[in-house]
């Protein structure tokens, strides 16, 4: 695990060998004054810049790397609704919350299809994503969803395959149904992240790469402190999330690492693409030790799981996850792999995001237990609203107790894989 005075580039992915742009922005050197200054330039923290510059607020964003460095840039690419721990939010404020949090849902799908558009970001933005099931006891859950969008009148199309619908469409015996959804769908997540960020800095964010907060000096105008420099703001967004280490007495133990992994093969032909996934889906299973697979914009197949709640990582992601594709798809098996990367995701016990304010000028918002594409959006532009005095969907979040295990992050760790053992035995029945 890095600490936090190493700055690092990008993971060797299939995402940074295809980046638009490499950002290049400048370390932070000397005092800087600014309405809001943002710690970590993941989705969170761009998406929460983006939203108070288009405001007309003065941001400046910190980031330790590179802008996308951590799960924002690496992941699968999965624009999947929802946020993680909404029907315990539900179950505790009642009938009266349902509007606000099926709102919430989608909003980081408004979000990013709008500023996809209104900013010209290419990213490979697809609609279309299908659920799939493994075995028979999943197919009352592709129901589940189909009568939950109906209930809702969804604007949008979707539809639940049989078996054979499913293995005409995804060229594969292994699943027994699936639920498709169109607003849903996939893209390049470091291309988004980076040209979110372009946008931002357009407006007018300062934006500093390579320069690892070390502290927080909290006052009415808290100040945060790099090797080089310090920003003085009026408020600090703290957006870090699976490699944050800040103001450990409030936020330590409350999240913990966990590893995801992916492979990319070489483009395929057309005609086993035509055979694989002919709609051009984003897949993912309804185990809960998850796989998902989609494919590239240049037709690669884009494999990943195995989520490693342990803390170990594999000597060998084309090891871990190659066998786990094959078995999905033996028409793979000549298929070369090109890239193989690894990272880590926030985790949080009850998989409730982490969103509070420290000293009242002071805002956090982490830890999306891996469903963070959309998430991230939304809450982002929760936390600026926030900032900006607005708190009643804020506070549904900051409302939420959360578990804190007592002892190292190893120990922490380690109590999350056995919990998500037991999780693994149930898909394995």
């Not at 330790?64 to 929802?82: C, F, M, P, Y």
């Not at 709008?114 to 197919?139: M, P």
Request: charged share 20%.
């Amino acid at each position: 695990m890095k600490t936090s005075n190493q700055t690092q580039e990008h993971v060797n992915s299939y995402y940074a060998a295809s980046v638009n742009k490499v950002t290049d922005y400048p370390v932070l050197e000397g005092a800087i004054k600014a309405d809001v200054c943002v710690v970590g330039a993941g989705y969170t923290g761009v998406a929460t810049a983006l939203t108070l510059a288009e405001r007309g607020y003065a941001v400046t964003l910190v980031e330790a790397n590179r802008v996308g460095w951590g799960a924002s840039g690496r992941n699968g690419g999965q624009l999947i609704n929802g946020i993680s721990g909404l029907a315990k939010i539900h179950k505790q404020h009642g009938e009266g919350s349902a509007a606000v949090l099926w709102h919430l849902k989608w909003r980081g799908h408004d979000i990013i299809h709008d500023w996809v558009e209104k900013y010209a970001i290419a990213c490979d933005l697809k609609n279309g994503f299908v659920q799939t099931a493994l075995k028979s006891r999943h197919l009352a859950e592709l129901e589940s969803y189909a009568e939950e969008m109906a209930r809702h009148d969804f604007a949008y199309k979707y539809e639940v395959w049989d078996r054979d619908k499913t293995r005409s469409m995804l060229g594969t015996d292994s699943y027994v149904g699936g639920f498709v959804n169109y607003r849903d769908g996939h893209l390049h997540p470091l291309n988004l992240c980076v040209g979110e960020a372009r946008a931002a800095h357009g407006l007018g964010v300062q934006i500093f790469e390579q320069s690892p907060v070390l502290r927080i000096e909290h006052g009415v105008k808290p100040k945060v402190f790099t090797a080089n420099g310090h920003i003085e703001a009026d408020s600090v967004v703290l957006a870090g999330n699976a490699y944050h280490r800040l103001e450990p007495k409030h936020l330590s133990s409350l999240s913990f690492p966990a590893g995801t992994y992916i492979i990319a093969t070489e483009p395929l032909a057309d005609d086993l693409v035509n055979e694989i996934n002919p709609l051009d889906l984003a897949v993912c299973d309804l185990n809960e030790v998850v796989d998902y697979h989609r494919l590239s914009a240049d037709k690669r197949m884009l494999y990943g799981g195995r989520c490693n709640y342990s803390g170990r990582e594999p000597s060998s992601v084309k090891a871990a996850i190659g066998p786990r594709m094959l078995k999905i798809y033996p028409q793979l098996k000549d298929a070369r792999i090109d890239y193989q990367w690894g990272g880590m995701i926030g985790i949080v016990l009850n998989r409730i995001p982490l969103l509070g304010r420290i000293h009242k000028n002071v805002y956090y918002c982490q830890g999306y237990s891996g469903h963070g594409v959309s998430a991230s959006h939304c809450l982002g532009e929760i936390t600026a609203d926030a900032v900006t005095g607005t708190l009643e969907e804020f506070d549904l979040f900051a409302s939420q107790k959360h578990f804190r295990i007592p002892g190292s992050q190893w120990l922490g760790n380690q109590l999350i894989a056995m919990g998500m053992w037991y999780y693994r035995m149930r898909d394995l029945l």
